[in-house]
């Protein structure tokens, strides 16, 4: 009985085991089917959603497609177009061209019909003219190129007569213009630049208020005066002038360095040897900055820059410096003022002019002594601190000391001595102005055939006269030439000298 219940049991187990798993399998079949129906649905959904992407693509394709076909047509029918315009161009110079040719060919006829027509005559013509050549030289007894010969000979000497005449007349006509016009542009530039001249002295007046002031300045036996001597190198002269004090040097920036420091030693009061020594080196940088600051100024007026700094000082320096009683800093910047508008004039360059103008007596400035003229020492100093080969050339080559080799450097020349020359700009010396013109009319009479010399408008022109038995007259400009050659080696002089030899004939006869 428990068996069969057993059995039972387990047989209803099985068939209900079997039964859920039928029922679980019909459950799993049929959503099974539920999901692949539903999976066609969404993909019919999105196949019918990607058909219609596709065409909305094709048609928006298909319309760019359409674009740029219509595009391309509209170009393609503006090409034909032009092609067409240009093919009816072409067509109608074509049409014109051809009857051009065929105006050339008509002409061309006519032409060759006129060219046979003229050989012919010319063959006539020269069948005549070898007859008359013939006759001509039956009658002459000359040949055709004898003839030929002589009248070319003829012909080559009246043309060279005309053109010596021609020659003359041009050359003399030249000389008249340009000393017209070198004597309107020197006259203008100097009205321009037309500049009053300070006479600079080689003493100095110190006045002082009594004689008291003057001995405090003299000191005991004298010992202020050797310390203020020996620390300027001035010669202070202390005579019966009352109220005054003379410094002798001819070295002006020392003396201007004396007459401060005696201002300031009698101003403060104290004045013993180490005070004196004291207040000298203090002037003496003082006087330095003021020449620098000088320098500076100076080519600020005259608007020229870059130059070097030892440059600039050396300009300064100028203004303590004298020629012939004429302020060398005023003299410099009259020349570069002159050169500047006489280069304007001629078309040059004004800026380099006047560089070359201030800077051209630079070398008298020198801080050492020197040996060499100041115009190659200037030049040496201006390469040595990099000015331009031109200035360079100016300076060095304004007394002939060197071969001109720009057309700044003549300038530089005229101006210098378009500045010193002038009367009133320089004085002398009585006794070397009078062995200056003794000089000038000795050197001719060393010469043969000189007769008499005679230097006048102050030593600028020197008049020859010479025997005209033993000179002749092509030999008369040779002799000036000499004479002033010797002078420029044999003299030192401001300004130029004219050289004039004359030579007359006197004939003399007596009536009875």
């Known amino acids: 009985m428990d068996i069969l219940t057993i059995v039972m049991g387990v047989v209803g187990l099985a068939l209900g085991a079997g039964l859920m798993f039928g029922l679980q399998k019909s459950a799993l079949k049929n959503q099974r089917k539920a999901v692949l129906d539903e999976a066609k649905k969404d993909a019919e959904i999105i196949k019918k959603e990607k058909l219609m992407q596709a065409k909305e693509k094709f048609l928006q394709l298909k319309e760019e497609h359409d674009k740029v076909i219509r595009e391309k047509d509209n170009k393609a029918n503006e090409s034909q177009n032009r092609l067409n315009q240009k093919e009816n161009t072409l067509n109608q110079k074509l049409a014109e061209a051809n009857k051009k040719d065929q105006k050339v060919n008509d002409i061309r006829e006519n032409l060759n019909v006129q060219l046979e027509v003229v050989e012919k005559q010319q063959t006539e013509l020269s069948a005549l003219h070898m007859k008359q050549v013939k006759q001509l030289e039956s009658m002459t007894g000359m040949s055709a190129e004898d003839a030929k010969e002589q009248l070319k000979e ?30 309107k542009i020197v006259v203008e530039t100097i009205q321009r630049v037309a500049t009053e001249q300070a006479i600079e002295n080689s003493v100095s007046v110190f006045n002082i208020e009594s004689d008291e002031i003057k001995g405090r300045i003299i000191g005991r036996e004298g ?80 608007n020229i820059h870059g130059l070097h700094p030892e440059l600039i000082r050396m300009i300064g320096r100028m203004k303590y410096r004298s020629s012939y009683g004429q302020n060398l800093l005023q003299h410099s910047r009259e020349v570069a003022n002159l050169c500047a508008t006489m280069a304007a004039e001629l078309g040059l360059n004004a800026k380099v002019a006047k560089r070359a103008g201030l800077l051209h007596d630079i070398g008298k400035v020198m801080d050492e002594e020197s040996e060499m003229p100041h115009a190659i020492y200037g030049m040496k100093l201006a390469e040595k601190y990099n000015e331009k080969p031109d200035v360079c050339n100016a300076i060095g080559a304004h007394h002939d000391e060197i071969e001109m080799t720009t057309l700044i450097s003549p300038i530089i020349q005229v101006c210098d001595a378009i500045s010193g020359a ?91």
């Open 154 to 183: 003829v012909l080559i000497n009246e043309a060279k007569t005309e053109a010596m005449g021609r020659m003359k007349d041009i050359v003399d006509e030249a000389k008249i213009n340009a000393n017209k016009e070198a004597k």
């Open 223 to 302: 010992r202020n005066i050797r310390a203020l001597e020996a620390a300027t190198g001035v010669e202070i002269i202390v005579d019966d002038t009352p109220e005054a004090i003379i410094l002798s040097c001819f070295d002006s920036i020392r003396r201007e360095i004396a007459r401060l420091s005696l201002h300031q030693l009698v101003t403060d009061g104290r004045i013993h040897p180490a005070r004196i020594e004291e207040v000298v080196e203090k002037t003496k940088k003082r006087i330095e900055e003021e020449i620098v600051e000088t320098g500076k100024r100076t080519c600020i007026d005259l």
């Open 422 to 512: 002038r009367p009133g700009a320089r004085r002398e010396v009585m006794e070397s102005y009078i062995k200056r013109i003794k000089d000038l009319e000795r050197i001719p009479l060393s010469y043969p055939g000189v007769e008499k010399a005679f230097a006048i408008q102050a030593g600028r022109e020197l008049r020859v006269i010479v025997s005209s038995e033993k000179v002749k007259d092509e030999e008369a400009s040779t002799l000036a030439f000499q004479i002033s050659e010797k002078i420029q080696d044999e003299m030192t002089y401001p300004g130029q000298v004219k050289v004039t030899v004359i030579r007359e004939m006197r004939a003399t006869s007596i009536a009875r």
